[in-house]
C-alpha cells in the first residue's frame, strides 16, 4: 500500500513526506530522512526556519487559549447558569414540620459529608493543658490532644464565675486564614479586625474554645494537594480535630453541652459554614466576612469583588461543593439552628447586594418553617471584620437568654 503523508501542525502546512510502502516494502522518506535500503548517505536535515517555527508556536498556543475559553465557558455555565435546574432535581425539602424538613435533607446532608470527607481521627492519649501565657489574665489554657499521627489544639478560657453548679454555654471561636487562636482574644490582632470578639464572649459568660488551623495561603493550598490525593479536605480534617475537642472540653463541669455556638471569620467564617451542617452539638452560629453568592464568587470573576478563580487560593476548591450547595442551600442544612451572617459593605470579598440576594434565599427555609427570626443578617458600613456587639447580642439570644 502507497501513501503520500504531509505533517501539518495546528493548520500550518510544516512539510511533504515522500511516497510510503507499507509492510516492509521499499519507501521514499521525507527530504533529510535517510532510506535505510538506499546506498548513499542522505543529505542532513535543513532547521526549519526560525520564523516558521515562531508561527508554529503562535498557532499552537492560540488554539490552546480558543479550547480554554470553551472550557471555561462550558464549566461556567454548568456551575452558574444551570444551578438553579440542577440543585431543584437534588434539593426536595418538605416544611410541613422540623422534623419533616430535616428527615427531606438526610441525603444532601450525607452528600454534604462526602464532599469535606473528614477521616475518622480518634483520641490516642491524654488531653495535655498548660497556661496560654498571653492570656493570664483570663486564666486561659492551651490545649493539645494527640490523635495518633496528628494533634489537635486550641486555646480554652472560661469565665471565672463558672461551676458546676453555674455551668456557662461554650462557643468556638474560629480565626481566619492569616490568624492563630489568640488573635480572636485581640492579641497580635495588626487592624482590630477581630476586635476581641473571644474575649468580649468571656466577659459576657460564655466559654470560649479557640482552635488552632492551619495559617497561611501556601500551607493550606500545599496540604489541600495531598488531601485531595487521599480523597478528603483540611475542611475535613479540621473538623475532625475539632469535635475531638469538643468532646473533651463538653466534660468540663463547668461546660452546658448543650449550649455551644460558634463564630468564625473569613476562613472561620468557611469552618462555621461547612462543620455545623455535620455537628449537631453547634445549636447556634456567626458566620463573619464569609457567606456570600458562592456561584459568582467561585466562578464569575467581577471587579466589583475578589473571585477565588483569578487568586492563587486553590485550597479554597473542594470537589463537588457546587454540584448542589451554594450558600443558601448549605445554610438549608443549618436550619432551624440559630445563624447570623456579618457582612462589610466596604469587604472586597463579596457585593453585598448578591450577598443580600443569597441571604434572602436562606432565609426563606426558616420563613417556611415559621422560625424566621432564627436567621439575621448584620449589614454594615465597615469591612473585612467581626462586629462584637451583634454576635454577642445574637449568642446571648439563643444561648444564654432563650437556649434552643
Request: hydrophobic share 40%; net charge positive; glycine share 6%.
Amino acid at each position: 500500500m502507497i501513501r503520500d503523508c504531509a505533517i501539518v501542525v495546528g493548520g500550518v502546512f510544516l512539510a511533504v513526506v515522500g511516497t510510503v510502502r507499507v509492510a516492509g516494502a521499499e519507501r521514499r522518506d521525507a527530504p533529510g530522512v535517510r532510506n535505510p535500503g538506499a546506498s548513499r548517505r542522505s543529505a542532513p536535515a535543513t532547521p526549519a526556519e526560525p520564523a516558521k517555527a515562531d508561527g508554529v508556536k503562535q498557532a499552537v498556543e492560540h488554539r490552546s487559549d480558543a479550547y480554554a475559553r470553551q472550557l471555561e465557558s462550558y464549566l461556567q455555565q454548568w456551575l452558574v447558569e444551570q444551578y438553579p435546574a440542577r440543585a431543584a432535581k437534588a434539593w426536595h425539602r418538605d416544611y410541613t414540620s422540623v422534623e419533616a424538613f430535616e428527615k427531606s435533607v438526610a441525603a444532601n446532608r450525607a452528600r454534604w459529608q462526602r464532599v469535606l470527607n473528614p477521616p475518622p481521627l480518634v483520641k490516642t492519649g491524654e488531653l495535655a493543658r498548660r497556661p496560654c501565657e498571653p492570656l493570664a489574665d483570663l486564666n486561659a489554657q492551651w490545649l493539645t490532644l494527640p490523635l495518633g499521627p496528628l494533634t489537635a489544639e486550641a486555646v480554652f478560657a472560661v469565665p471565672s464565675a463558672a461551676t458546676g453548679q453555674k455551668r456557662v454555654p461554650l462557643v468556638i471561636a474560629q480565626h481566619g486564614i492569616g490568624s492563630f487562636p489568640e488573635r480572636t482574644f485581640g492579641l497580635a490582632d495588626e487592624g482590630d479586625a477581630y476586635h476581641s470578639y473571644a474575649r468580649e464572649l468571656v466577659k459576657a459568660g460564655f466559654a470560649v474554645l479557640a482552635p488552632m488551623n492551619l495559617l497561611g495561603v501556601e500551607r493550606r493550598n500545599r496540604i489541600e494537594r495531598l488531601c485531595r490525593l487521599a480523597d478528603t479536605s483540611l475542611p475535613g480534617i479540621e473538623l475532625a480535630r475539632m469535635q475531638r475537642l469538643l468532646d473533651e472540653v463538653t466534660r468540663d463541669p463547668r461546660i452546658d453541652k448543650d449550649r455551644i455556638g460558634m463564630w468564625g471569620v473569613s476562613l472561620g467564617g468557611l469552618a462555621t459554614m461547612f462543620w455545623m451542617p455535620l455537628e449537631p452539638r453547634i445549636k447556634a452560629g456567626v458566620v463573619c466576612a464569609w457567606f456570600n453568592h458562592r456561584r459568582n464568587k467561585m466562578a464569575v470573576p467581577d471587579p466589583r469583588y475578589s473571585c477565588f478563580l483569578v487568586t492563587k487560593e486553590e485550597h479554597a476548591f473542594f470537589h463537588g461543593w457546587l454540584t448542589e450547595f451554594t450558600d443558601s442551600d448549605v445554610a438549608s442544612l443549618i436550619c432551624p439552628r440559630a445563624l447570623l451572617i456579618q457582612t462589610g459593605k466596604q469587604d472586597k470579598i463579596a457585593h453585598w447586594p448578591q450577598v443580600i440576594e443569597e441571604f434572602e434565599a436562606s432565609r426563606e427555609h426558616y420563613r417556611k418553617l415559621g422560625m424566621a427570626d432564627r436567621m439575621e443578617m448584620d449589614l454594615h458600613d465597615g469591612g473585612h471584620e467581626a462586629r462584637v456587639e451583634s454576635g454577642v447580642r445574637f449568642l446571648a439570644r439563643w444561648l444564654l437568654n432563650d437556649p434552643l
